[in-house]
């Protein structure tokens, strides 16, 4: 019986599994510490991907061979204990003590290798699903959304609404709806795509937006504005000019600062066609290129948006944001928003 027990051990666990298996968790822990200390802009798109790919890989094992070698080791067990008892009782014994009952429960036993990885599979492939098609979330890391969407805040954004698109590579597979002016939206940023923002779309393909001494104005009309009590900052305890502002069918509100200067100067990486935009000191003028929108924060004074750094590609979409599930620091910001 022992070495039944030991012949199945070592079939059901080869130590290289083993090795491997700690090589690649030690490879995953590494890849997480670079990226958690700034080592390494990480991409958990990607990470989801290969994580899904690689405990398949394992399940498929664990499904077709792992687990059906440990079955037929224990049924090996069971016929030896089963012959052992025969044997003994036309001896003339028919009591016997020993049960090969934990023997077997060992057998069976899927290794730690195995447990941390096809175990895993079906959780992994929910949550890479869920985020790649239907909803993602992210946290707001600055102030340039605020009053609408405040640092802390963790949000839902709705991967389909604009259209299916393939992870990883981004690429629309299934077209929906169009991005409208007031939608806020995630997007990879068109200097660096491994970075995600989060901005206001102001304008749309073919659009003239204007933006001359803080009011915006879009093909020759200005966005109607309506003046709102001041806004106080907890973080920099100062008070903003709070205004309504009325993009298409949205309402939202707005900040600006008293003192801050209404011109704007494009960044090095401004990512568009710079014959698209027209600068002076009043303010910036800009042509919406096909297949591209202008996008804005809604803290306008604190702010890096398109006119610093061009426009959004239609291919960096990432989704609608739409909801706040959660502010440990406020619960009551929990809600939808617009």
């Known amino acids: 019986m022992t070495d039944a027990t030991t012949t199945a051990t070592a079939v059901a666990s080869p130590p290289a599994m083993s090795a491997l298996t700690a090589v ?45 070698a440990r079955q037929a080791a224990a049924r090996s067990l069971e016929a030896s204990d089963a012959q052992r008892r025969d044997k003994l009782h036309r001896q003339g014994i028919t ?5 090969v009952d ?6 069976l036993a899927q290794p730690w290798w195995l447990d941390w990885t096809a175990g895993l599979f079906p959780v992994i492939l929910v949550v890479f699903l869920l985020r790649s098609f239907l ?25 389909f609404h604009y259209g ?12 929906n709806n169009d ?42 009309k200005p966005v109607p504005q309506t003046p709102l009590p001041d806004y106080y900052d907890d973080d920099s305890l100062r008070y903003s000019q709070m205004f309504s502002e009325q993009l298409g069918s949205v309402e939202h509100r707005i900040l600006n600062e008293r003192n801050a200067p209404g011109f ?32 804005m924060g809604d803290n306008r004074d604190n702010s890096q948006d398109s ?13 609608r944001a739409f909801f706040v599930w959660m502010n440990l620091g406020n619960l009551r910001r929990i809600g939808s928003f617009q």
């Open 95 to 99: 009591q016997v003590d020993t049960s």
């Open 135 to 159: 909803f993602e979330p992210f946290k707001i890391p600055s102030g340039s959304m605020i009053p609408t969407l405040e640092i802390g805040d963790l949000i839902l954004v709705n991967k």
């Open 24 to 68: 690649l968790y030690g490879a995953l822990v590494a890849y997480l510490g670079g990226w958690y200390l700034g080592a390494w802009t990480g991409n958990f798109s990607l990470l989801l991907l290969v994580l899904s790919l690689v405990t398949f890989g394992y399940w498929l094992a664990e499904r077709f061979h792992f687990l059906p």
């Open 264 to 295: 704007v100067m494009p960044l090095p990486e401004f990512q568009s066609d710079r014959e698209a935009c027209r600068y002076s000191a009043e303010g910036v003028v800009c042509k919406v290129p096909a297949g591209h929108y202008f996008v």
């Open 307 to 319: 006119r610093y750094w061009g426009f959004v590609p239609d291919a960096n979409l990432v989704g």
């Open 102 to 107: 934990s023997a077997r429960e060992a057998v």
């Open 164 to 175: 299916i698109r393939l992870p990883v590579s981004n690429t629309k597979i299934i077209a």
């Open 179 to 220: 991005p409208k002016p007031g939608d806020v939206i995630v997007f990879r940023y068109p200097p660096n795509p491994r970075v995600d923002y989060i901005k206001r779309v102001v304008g749309l393909p073919g659009d003239e937006v204007a933006y001359i001494n803080k009011r915006l104005t879009i093909n020759g």
